[in-house]
Structure formats: structure tokens, C-alpha cells
């Protein structure tokens, strides 16, 4: 039996080296990732800029502590703000704890403005992680009953709903902030309506609320543009990202402009590892590597390579009920069920992953070549077609 506590249904695989698009096992076997670890290595496994930066770190610092100047922290800061016009950084070590910050901002600026019981606005079908704070503003029950009594504070409406908003706006003088995905990822590759995000933010602009991004899974360049705001053209006060940022170390950022900075201060918040030298050494590597060759722009290309291969093979357009995404932020809502794609796809040396129910997630990586990602495509076809079969 295993010592490990069993919180993860795991396939029956171990990968033992990764190369560019590709997982090796322990016998040598290549899978073909289009997962990148749930939007984590969007340049790929074993980047050499992100490895040769790891590795240099690791020979002279990995970690001093927050109580002292860490200069590769510094170093990413300004980078970050220059690539996205935000003015100030918390670093973290997970997605999660992003979002924690994010939280703590909000309430801060209510506080400030002498609100005592701040309520943050939150959509139906978030994710935004298994803290206690994360996972009060997630919106799934399924993963919150057990461990109720949730934080209180969130108000949540429905996804788009703009009509609640400007209710909730004549209604509510305690609401500090509306914190969201604007690409919702665990609940099956959601993009929000542009419509309704522009209404959010002029409510936001109104009201003095934060317009605060979780852009854990759609940033570090998966969505065509470093973090999607920028090829939506909306600009959040608060943005919390990770996954991508380290390419798999654990780092996360939580991101703020204009109101929403210089709300925290010297005591209000901290972690021990957050922001230490190697992470942030990693990062920088991955940023660079991301800005330098403007590598998001391959997103929309690889995207459209797997839907060139996913057309040609799928032998009826009727098993397919809806495709959605930005980037390489893929749904396909399959007409037939999905419980054994991921095993079936594995079957094949393709990593996918369903979300949402029902909805195969591909999240495949930046410097996936579009031959590959043809094979993506024709593969998840063919298996469609198999089950149609049945
Ligand atoms: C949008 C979003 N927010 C937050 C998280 C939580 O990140 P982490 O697992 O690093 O805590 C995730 C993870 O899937 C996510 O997709």
C-alpha cells in the first residue's frame, strides 16, 4: 500500500524524463503531452534556457529569506511590470496562494475605505483552488461540502451574467472587488464574454471595486498574449497568475496597479519560500524565453493544427456538441460520454485530461510542433469515431 495519501485518482504511469512535447516513462515509451501538466510547462519539458538558468542558480544560492533583498526577485518584478503594465508583485509558490493574496488585497481596500464586512464578487464554475480562501471562492460544491464552514464574503453570481452585477452594484455598498477567470478552466475551457467582462470592469471603475484576474491557468503566454487581458484588452487591477511562471517550479505572483497597490503592507502578509532565488531564476528564464521570440504567437497556429487533424479523421460532425477556448485553451465537448477518453487517449501515448464533466482539456504546449499537434487532433478523432462505433 502506499504511503502517500490518496487525494489524486492517478493513471497507471510514471514518467521518468520529459523533451520538448514529450513525457518518456520509465521504459522509454514517449508520450505525446498535451496537457503540459495542467498549463504548467508551456515551453515544453527540459527547456534548455529554463534549465541552464536552474542550474546556475542551484550553484550559488537557492534560498536566503524575505527578511533580506533577493535580487532575482527584484529582477522579475520589473520584468513582470514592464511585459504587463501592473506597478507591484507578491511572489508565492502556487496558484492557490495567488489567490489568497488576491483575497487579501480586496479586503484591504475595503478596509481602508472602512467597510467591515467586504464581499467579493465570484462566478458559478470557478476554480481558483484548495486553500480555504481559494476554495470558498471556487465555485463547486462537489469539492467545498466536506469542508465546510466555507470563509464567508463571496457573493456568487452566474457566468456572464451582467445583469446581476449592475444589480448587485444598486444593492450591495460593502462589495470591494470581482475576482475571476477570464478563460475558467476546471469547469471545462470557458471564456467569458468580452461584454461581460468590459461591463465589469466600468462597474469596477464606478463603484471603486478591484477587477481582479485569476490568470493561474490562461497566463505565461498559453492564450496568444503573455497573460490573456492583453489580447482581450482588459485590464484588471489584480492579477494572480502561476503554473506557467516557473515552467514546474512552484511559483506564483500575485499582481496589482493603481488602487489596488501599496494596499499591503509590512506585516500583512509573507511565505518563506515565496519569491526565493531559484524560482525566480526559473521564471526569468521562462519570461524572457516567452517575450523574446513572442512564442505566444504560436498558440493560435498549434491550436489551429489539432483542429486541422481533428477535422480530417472525425468521421461524423455530430459527435461533437461544442468546441470552446482561446489559445491553447481547448474544450471539446464530446456527443458521446468521456469517462474513458483519458485512459483510452493514454492507451494511445496521449496525455488529455476531461474537465467539467465532460469536456476533453488540451492544454498542450507553446513549442508543441504543429505536426504533433495534428496528431493530437486525428488521434482524439479517431477515438471519437471508435466510440461512435460501439
Ligand atoms: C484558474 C486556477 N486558479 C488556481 C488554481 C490553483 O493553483 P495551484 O494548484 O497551483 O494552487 C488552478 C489550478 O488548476 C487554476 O486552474
Known sequence: MSAIMPTYGRLPVTFAAG?????IDHKGQRFLDALSGIAVTNLGHSHPNVTRAIKEQAETLLHTSNLYGIAQQERLATELCQLTGM?????CNSGAEANETAIKVARRHGKNKGITDPKIVVLEGAFHGRTMGALSAT??????????PLLPGFIRIARNDAASLEELANKHDDIVAIHLEPVQGESGIHPLELQFLQRAKALCDQHDWLLSFDEVQSGNGRCGSLYVFQRLGVTPDVL?????????????????RGRASRLLIAGDHGTTYGGNPICCAAASAVINTLSGDQLWDRADRIRDAVFEGFDAELSDPELVRDRRGIGLMIGIEPNVPSENLVR?????????NVAGGNTIRLLPPLVMSETDAKVVGETLADMLNTLKDV
Do not use: H, S, W
Open 139 to 148: 465555485g463547486n460544491k462537489a469539492i467545498q461540502d466536506a469542508f465546510k
Open 19 to 23: 523533451e520538448g512535447a514529450y513525457l
Open 344 to 352: 483510452m487517449a493514454l492507451d494511445r501515448r496521449l496525455l488529455i
Open 240 to 256: 494572480a497568475t502561476a503554473k506557467g511562471l516557473g515552467n514546474g517550479l512552484p511559483i506564483g505572483a500575485c499582481m496589482t
Open 87 to 91: 506597478e507591484q508583485v507578491f511572489f
